[in-house]
Nanobody, 119 residues
Framework: VQLQASGGGLVQPGGSLRLSCAASGSIFRVNDMGWHRQAPGKQRELVAAITIGGSTTYADSVKGRFTISRDSARKTAYLQMNSLKPEDTAVYYC??????????????WGRGTLVTVSS
């Protein structure tokens, strides 16, 4: 099972980016999915999460600016990031709770994608 994150890059303050996280492999079902981030010198923190039923959770710092969504048929989660600020600069990691065909249920992490907000 793999999680592939993409969509990071350099953007000016006030700009937008859309991150994608695609799960692949011997997957029976993808349960909760989420995005975390880690800025230099800081601990990894939860940014947003979405349940299999579509319920969402956001960090206070991104509420009203970021939107998490998912396409369960494609086993993919998205993070639409608007009104980006320099303090959003971080490596963004996706994670998912996955039920596999052969290895039971477990938590999986993608490698991360760098988001840099700078003028």
């Amino acid at each position: 099972v793999q999680l592939q994150a993409s969509g990071g890059g350099l953007v000016q303050p006030g700009g937008s980016l859309r991150l994608s996280c695609a799960a692949s492999g011997s997957i029976f079902r993808v349960n909760d999915m989420g995005w975390h981030r880690q800025a230099p010198g800081k601990q990894r923190e939860l940014v947003a999460a979405i349940t299999i039923g579509g319920s969402t959770t956001y960090a206070d710092s991104v509420k009203g600016r970021f939107t998490i969504s998912r396409d369960s048929a494609r086993k993919t989660a998205y993070l639409q990031m608007n009104s980006l600020k320099p303090e959003d600069t971080a490596v963004y990691y996706c994670n998912a709770d996955i039920l596999t065909f052969y290895d039971g249920r477990g938590g999986y992490w993608g490698r991360g994608t760098l988001v840099t907000v700078s003028s």
